[in-house]
T-cell receptor, first 114, second 117 residues
Framework: KNQVEQSPQSLIILEGKNCTLQ??????????LRWYKQDTGRGPVSLTI?????NTKSNGRYTATLDADTKQSSLHITASQLSDSASYIC?????????????FGRGTQLTVWP | EADIYQTPRYLVIGTGKKITLECSQT?????MYWYQQDPGMELHLIHY???????EKGDLSSESTVSRIRTEHFPLTLESARPSHTSQYLC????????????????FGPGTRLTVL
């Protein structure tokens, strides 16, 4: 069964600190992996997308890594800000159809305290 | 900033009522999707569309129905709402007109929080 597992489930850090969120997946055949940020009561917003040949992708203070061999990804947030408080969702797409079936993780709820 | 809109943002209704959740996008995207999300849980695909007059059921069984008469509009209807339908409903779209790719990023609307009493 194709699955996406994220850890930790929740995380609290102080403003200015760095953190790393983890994503393990079993989706096959793999097409791409995305990280989304979802603010409370809002829809998810795409942060990064990585295909099989990419092992790192940055978007400002967000840096995602991908190890397609071990089927693991991480999202590193540098110098956290209060506005980073949100749920971060790992989403993996397969190559089974033109639509690109998406498999969603349950997200890591990040809280940044002042 | 994604140009995809959902109305209403919040809806509280009684059991047995018929409701329609609206979703519109102005990006010319061919593909549109409806997801259901409960608190702390992953998104589940309930409906999707490749284009006008195309609708398909997703992975999660849903008593809702959808239509795609216009490219920009993808409404979701519940004929008789029940408390089990209480959830957040997210609409998304992806792909350029005439283009199809599994790497297309999905752009999400703000969601509709539905509560059925």
């Amino acid at each position: 069964k194709n699955q996406v597992e994220q850890s930790p489930q929740s995380l609290i850090i102080l403003e200015g600190k760095n953190c790393t969120l983890q994503c393990n997946y079993t989706v096959s055949p793999f097409s791409n992996l995305r990280w989304y940020k979802q603010d409370t009561g809002r829809g998810p917003v795409s942060l990064t997308i990585m295909t099989f040949s990419e092992n790192t992708k940055s978007n400002g203070r967000y840096t995602a890594t991908l190890d397609a061999d071990t089927k693991q990804s991480s999202l590193h947030i540098t110098a956290s800000q209060l506005s980073d408080s949100a749920s971060y969702i790992c989403v993996v797409s397969d190559r089974g159809s033109t639509l690109g079936r998406l498999y969603f993780g349950r997200g890591t709820q990040l809280t940044v305290w002042p | 900033e994604a140009d995809i809109y959902q109305t209403p943002r919040y809806l509280v209704i009684g059991t047995g009522k018929k409701i329609t959740l609206e979703c519109s996008q102005t990006m010319g995207h061919d593909k549109m999707y409806w997801y259901q999300q409960d608190p702390g849980m992953e998104l589940h695909l309930i409906h999707y569309s490749y284009g006008v007059n195309s609708t398909e059921k997703g992975d999660l069984s849903s008593e809702s129905t959808v239509s795609r008469i216009r490219t920009e509009h993808f409404p979701l209807t519940l004929e008789s709402a029940r408390p089990s339908h209480t959830s957040q409903y997210l609409c998304a779209s992806s792909g350029q007109r005439g283009g199809v790719s599994s790497t297309d990023t999905q752009y999400f609307g703000p969601g509709t929080r539905l509560t059925v009493l």
